[in-house]
């Protein structure tokens, strides 16, 4: 595979974006009444189509079929045909202008930048700069950019990316246009998975890419990079086994058979249990983590079967299952206490030669009699 999957697969239209409904509505009805913001605000999770949504809007502003074509104008979308439209693909497109404010903190950036908002455009209608990653500009750059927001020309567009809110300074945040990304869902990450490998003629199994997906935790950027590294050392079949193998993660079906051992209690067998997925050669952290995380759910189903319906957006179906029968017959202070050793003993195992100790030792203080 030439192109790695996350940029051949990257959205060229508000249409194909996943999950960020919300976003995109309002993007597209803005557009469609040619009522464009002069700074917008992206922040969310990593890799969940801030940097996507931000070129898309720059196609939006500079495209010349929309600015040709009121009827076009309307869908609210960007042509993709047109000079502007693919000059910005390629990524030349001079008057959209991409600042990683991590890489440098921005300063001669921003003073540019204030030099170049003045002149206008060299081709198109906007010029359109993203800054990546805005909490990490300096204070400086901060505020070169506060008086450029305060009136920012016609024909200037800011989109600001960033993972921190919190970092961004309130007198910044108050001046944009704010849209909250959220993270994708397991069965999203999943359908986008399949609709890829379609593409590919690749074969896989669906619990491999439940488990990619997983493992990705509500990043689509995350789970393509993932997936492309199974195909690279794999090839043309995705399977539960090739995931295991090279990402080191423990089949979901183990962590059930590990808690139900737990849950009932059973020290003989959950000992055995754990020594057989070691001598695997299972990464113990994983295998460790993968446990807490089952074990706080089933916690947090007992206590509050409400939860199920968050539960839905990070689990697959059959896995939620597993976790409410496990959920009815807990008791909720051995598993408090099997949880706190748990996590005591990840700590601990980081720094002993033989990880898989601390982690018997725990099994064993909970459920000896
Ligand atoms: N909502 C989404 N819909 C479709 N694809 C997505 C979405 N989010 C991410 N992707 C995929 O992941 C890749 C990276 O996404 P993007 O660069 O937009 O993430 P980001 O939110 O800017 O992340 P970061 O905070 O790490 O910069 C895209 O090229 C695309 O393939
Ligand atoms: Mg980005
Ligand atoms: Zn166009």
Same mark, same amino acid.
């Given at each position: 595979?030439?192109?790695?999957?996350?940029?051949?697969?990257?959205?060229?239209?508000?249409?194909?974006?996943?999950?960020?409904?919300? %976003?995109?509505?309002?993007?597209?009805?803005?557009?469609?009444? *040619?009522?464009?913001?002069?700074?917008?605000?992206?922040?969310?999770?990593?890799?969940? *189509?801030? #940097?996507?949504?931000?070129? !898309?809007?720059?196609? !939006?502003?500079?495209?010349?079929?929309?600015?040709?074509?009121?009827?076009?104008?309307?869908? *609210?979308?960007?042509?993709?045909?047109?000079?502007?439209?693919? #000059?910005?693909?390629?990524?030349?497109?001079?008057?959209?202008?991409?600042?990683?404010?991590?890489?440098?903190?921005?300063?001669?950036?921003?003073?540019?930048?204030?030099?170049?908002?003045?002149?206008?455009?060299?081709?198109?209608? =906007?010029?359109?700069?993203?800054?990546?990653?805005?909490?990490?500009?300096?204070? /400086?750059?901060?505020?070169?950019?506060?008086?450029?927001?305060?009136?920012?020309?016609?024909?200037?567009?800011?989109?600001?990316?960033?993972?921190?809110?919190?970092?961004?300074?309130?007198?910044?945040?108050?001046?944009?246009?704010?849209?909250?990304?959220?993270?994708?869902?397991?069965?999203? %990450?999943?359908?986008?998975?399949?609709?890829?490998?379609?593409?590919?003629?690749?074969?896989?199994?669906?619990?491999?890419?439940?488990?990619?997906?997983?493992?990705?935790?509500?990043?689509?950027?995350?789970?393509?990079?993932?997936?492309? /590294?199974? %195909?690279?050392?794999? *090839?043309?079949?995705?399977?539960?086994?090739?995931?295991?193998?090279?990402?080191?993660?423990?089949?979901?079906?183990?962590?059930?058979?590990?808690?139900?051992?737990?849950?009932?209690?059973?020290? /003989?067998?959950?000992?055995? =249990?754990? +020594?057989?997925?070691?001598? /695997?050669? +299972?990464?113990?952290?994983?295998?460790?983590?993968?446990?807490?995380? =089952?074990?706080?759910?089933?916690?947090?189903?007992?206590?509050?079967?409400?939860?199920?319906?968050?539960?839905?957006r990070e689990l697959a179906e059959?896995? !939620?299952?597993?976790?409410?029968?496990?959920?009815?017959?807990?008791?909720?202070?051995?598993?408090?206490?099997?949880?706190k050793s748990l996590i005591t003993?990840?700590?601990?195992?980081?720094?002993?030669?033989?990880?898989?100790?601390?982690?018997?030792?725990?099994?064993?203080?909970?459920?000896?009699?």
């Amino acid at each position: 595979m030439a192109l790695a999957i996350y940029r051949k697969y990257r959205p060229k239209k508000l249409a194909d974006v996943i999950g960020q409904e919300n %976003i995109t509505t309002i993007i597209k009805n803005s557009a469609a009444e *040619g009522k464009l913001a002069h700074a917008y605000l992206f922040y969310g999770p990593r890799g969940t *189509g801030k #940097t996507t949504i931000a070129r !898309i809007l720059s196609k !939006i502003a500079e495209c010349e079929t929309r600015q040709k074509d009121p009827e076009f104008a309307k869908k *609210g979308e960007p042509c993709n045909k047109c000079q502007a439209c693919l #000059t910005i693909d390629s990524g030349q497109m001079l008057d959209v202008v991409e600042i990683d404010a991590a890489s440098n903190r921005g300063i001669d950036e921003i003073r540019d930048l204030k030099e170049n908002i003045k002149t206008l455009p060299s081709l198109y209608k =906007y010029k359109v700069f993203i800054i990546d990653e805005v909490h990490m500009l300096t204070i /400086q750059a901060f505020n070169a950019l506060l008086k450029t927001l305060e009136e920012p020309p016609q024909h200037v567009i800011f989109i600001l990316a960033t993972t921190e809110y919190e970092k961004v300074p309130a007198t910044i945040i108050s001046r944009t246009q704010r849209f909250h990304f959220r993270k994708l869902t397991l069965q999203e %990450i999943v359908t986008k998975l399949e609709s890829i490998l379609k593409s590919e003629k690749i074969s896989h199994h669906k619990e491999a890419l439940e488990m990619i997906a997983y493992l990705a935790d509500g990043s689509l950027r995350d789970a393509e990079s993932l997936l492309d /590294q199974i %195909i690279s050392l794999r *090839g043309a079949n995705i399977t539960v086994q090739n995931v295991e193998d090279i990402l080191g993660k423990v089949d979901f079906s183990k962590t059930i058979g590990m808690c139900d051992l737990l849950i009932k209690g059973d020290l /003989q067998k959950s000992l055995e =249990y754990l +020594y057989d997925i070691s001598n /695997q050669g +299972y990464n113990m952290f994983q295998f460790n983590k993968d446990i807490t995380e =089952y074990l706080r759910r089933v916690l947090s189903l007992h206590l509050n079967p409400s939860l199920e319906t968050m539960f839905i957006r990070e689990l697959a179906e059959s896995e !939620i299952k597993e976790i409410k029968q496990h959920a009815a017959i807990a008791d909720t202070d051995k598993t408090i206490n099997l949880l706190k050793s748990l996590i005591t003993a990840y700590s601990q195992m980081k720094y002993n030669p033989f990880p898989i100790v601390p982690f018997e030792v725990a099994i064993i203080e909970n459920l000896k009699k």
